[in-house]
């Protein structure tokens, strides 16, 4: 039974070596023109943090009109080392505000705009938030991005920690207004607001969106992960998530970063490749990943579908196995639910997008990471174990490797104590007989991961793996330890530390308030209010086409310090376009590509390829009129767009 036990063991292993490899660098796909969210979710970060991952999300190489930044501040906090709140941070930065006094007063009560009303996750009074939005073009090296930044106030009266309600709060604000822009269901006061600023100020309907990606405020997008993201999901409409590297920005900072560097490698390219080999990743991490919006397959929602959000937004957390879940594993909960419901799609992994993040460098912020990744980690395993339609059969199947990792995870400390048995009783004992079956797993384990490093060539990983050897009675025997014995933690320790008025040190707690009825929360159909006609986008990038005129008293540079433009610019259609060839008149052209648009396959065709079909229709070259031809197919999509969100109401 051992050696069968044994011999399962190394073929997983094997396969993960196989999988690893097969995982090569595609170079850089063709730029796909699909609109794309980025949600920034920030708490306590600082200006430098925010910066960092903001401009890295708004220099990608993709095109900045079809991509909107939607920031939420999650509560009007003040992180420790910060001199002002997260929120004044984010709206300076932005340029809604000129500095952090403007900020506060911009975000007073008696200030315009007024905070609208939404329902947030909390018990009692908790589940009532209010939110300001603010909405413009974010500079930078001559790029002009769309943002949407909504800052959490709390309730009337709320005075510590006001609307801070939770990174999942963050994310459900913005899944439930998709999910009911899709389904056309009555909206919240928050979600009327969002609306308007979608439709009337950014000039893009919500429902046109296809992409979703989640970003943390302190990771750094490489300039290409977001168009590697979006070319994988486009050539496989299966595929309903995923994710990219994850590598560390401060791997020399100090020893508790140094054990981590190999980890983070080996957890991408080892394990996270295996289980997409399968199309089933157990973790997207929510610091880097992107999901699909809804299916242009079926014009049904995927990531905001009502039976994702329904779970997703539970607020009766209860029970020790729902707190895990939903209280310190949010991000690996998400993936597991996305496996859940939707069992025939793929979650992949691509190595060739990549993010920067930092570690703890600290080791008391270490052990609070690794006791809730640990603890919401067994239950979300234990969660996908019920889950009858993982891919394969019996031991050759993903239930079978959760099962495995399960296991490996709970028996690690003893795994430990074994292996150090073994080395003592060699080293003591000259007649001890050699261990044969153990010897082959370890050496399976360490040097196969080996001959990764040196076909990848990452020979620096080599190293890095010894000092994660030497470091293994931490990670393989205290840690573990340690979060099981505070199995029933769900704080989140000194990894996200405020300040009070007096700048001393609180940790987050939870408070208790009077019942809440979530029906006093008004809901309306957007259609019955006065928002204005939406401006439609062309494909032209802002600065090269002049398509919007920026009214602000900044102007706008080519170089790193650009200044950020100012609050809610207005934006107006260009005036003067050019003069059109002969050729078919502007009605006989959006015709056409109305009709070409609805029969074409939105995963695959492109604007060249419809341009080149006009071309071939009309017996003349169309590229001169690439300009009028974007901005009928930007129509069309946009009318197909609305009638798809009625299709899938009715």
Avoid at 98 to 111: G, K, T, W
Avoid at 130 to 147: C, D, E, I, M, T
Avoid at 362 to 390: C, D, G, K, P
Wanted: include cysteine; glycine fraction near 6%.
């Amino acid at each position: 039974m051992l050696l069968i036990s044994t011999i399962l063991l190394v073929a997983i292993i094997g396969f993960k070596f196989i999988a690893a490899l097969s995982f090569a660098t595609q170079g850089n796909p063709e730029h796909r023109e699909k609109f794309v969210l980025c949600c920034i979710p920030c708490y306590s970060e600082g200006a430098d943090s925010l910066r960092l991952t903001i401009d890295s999300v708004a220099t990608s190489r993709f095109d900045p009109q079809r991509m909107l930044m939607f920031i939420v501040a999650d509560g009007m906090v003040v992180g420790s080392g910060n001199t002002a709140s997260t929120p004044q941070i984010l709206l300076t930065l932005l340029g809604v505000a000129e500095d952090d006094r403007h900020a506060a007063r911009l975000l007073q009560e008696s200030h315009e705009p007024a905070a609208a009303a939404f329902l947030s996750i909390g018990e009692g009074m908790k589940q009532s938030n209010r939110a300001k939005v603010f909405s413009g073009l974010y500079a930078k090296q001559g790029l002009l991005v769309p943002f949407v930044a909504v800052i959490k106030m709390g309730r009337p009266g709320e005075t510590y920690r006001s609307g801070n309600r939770g990174k999942r709060d963050s994310q459900l604000l913005l899944m439930r207004f998709l999910g009911r822009v899709h389904d056309q269901d009555p909206m919240c006061p928050l979600e009327l607001e969002l609306f308007r600023h979608f439709r009337d100020i950014i000039g893009v309907h919500p429902s046109v969106y296809e992409y979703l990606i989640w970003v943390d405020a302190d990771t750094e997008v490489f300039p290409d992960s977001i168009n590697h993201f979006v070319s994988a999901m486009a050539c496989d409409s299966a595929i309903v998530g995923i994710c990219g590297e994850t590598v560390l920005r401060n791997e020399d900072d100090s020893w508790v970063t140094m054990i981590q560097v190999y980890e983070y490698f080996i957890s991408h390219h080892l394990a996270k490749a295996f289980e997409s080999f399968f199309g089933s990743v157990t973790c997207l991490p929510g610091c880097f990943c992107m999901y699909r919006i809804f299916s242009t397959v079926t014009n049904a929602p995927v990531l905001v579908s009502q039976s994702v959000i329904a779970d997703y937004g539970e607020n009766n957390v209860n029970t020790l196995h729902l707190k895990n879940l939903l209280s310190l594993g949010e991000d690996r909960y998400l993936t597991t639910l996305m496996l859940k419901h939707f069992p025939n799609s793929k979650l992949k992994f691509t190595p060739d997008a990549r993010a920067k993040t930092n570690a703890p460098n600290t080791w008391a912020v270490l052990i609070s990471q690794r006791r809730r990744w640990m603890n919401s980690t067994v239950h979300n395993l234990f969660e996908l174990l019920m889950l009858s339609n993982l891919c394969g059969f019996c031991v050759f199947s993903m239930r079978f490797v959760v099962f495995l990792d399960l296991f490996a995870t709970v028996v690690q400390p003893a795994g430990f104590v074994y292996v150090v048995y073994l080395i003592v009783s060699l080293a003591v004992d000259e007649e001890a007989q050699i261990p044969l079956i153990s010897l082959i797993m370890i050496a399976a384990i360490y040097g196969l991961q080996v001959v990764i490093f040196v076909i990848k060539r990452e020979w620096q990983h080599i190293g890095w793996m010894i000092v994660y050897i030497l470091a293994m009675p931490l990670y393989a025997f205290y840690l573990p330890l340690y979060a099981f014995w505070h199995f029933d933690d769900f704080s989140w320790g000194e990894t996200r530390m405020v300040v009070d008025a007096n700048g001393t040190g609180i940790q987050v707690v939870d408070s208790k308030d009077e019942a809440f009825d979530p029906a006093s929360i008004p809901l309306a159909d957007p259609k019955d209010a006065n928002m204005g006609n939406a401006l439609v986008m062309t494909v032209q990038p802002y600065a090269a086409s002049g398509f919007y005129e920026m009214h602000s008293d900044r102007d706008v540079g080519d170089d790193d310090d650009d200044q950020p433009v100012m609050q809610q610019p207005v934006l107006q259609p260009a005036t003067g376009a050019a003069a059109m060839p002969v050729g078919p008149t502007d009605a006989m052209l959006q015709d056409r590509i109305y009709a070409l648009v609805a029969a074409a396959d939105l995963e695959r065709v492109t604007k060249r390829q419809i341009v080149e079909q006009l071309s071939h229709e009309y017996g003349m070259d169309m590229r001169p009129r690439t300009k009028a031809v974007s901005a009928c197919i930007d129509r069309a999509l946009f009318d197909l767009g609305e009638a798809r969100a009625r299709q899938v109401q009715s």
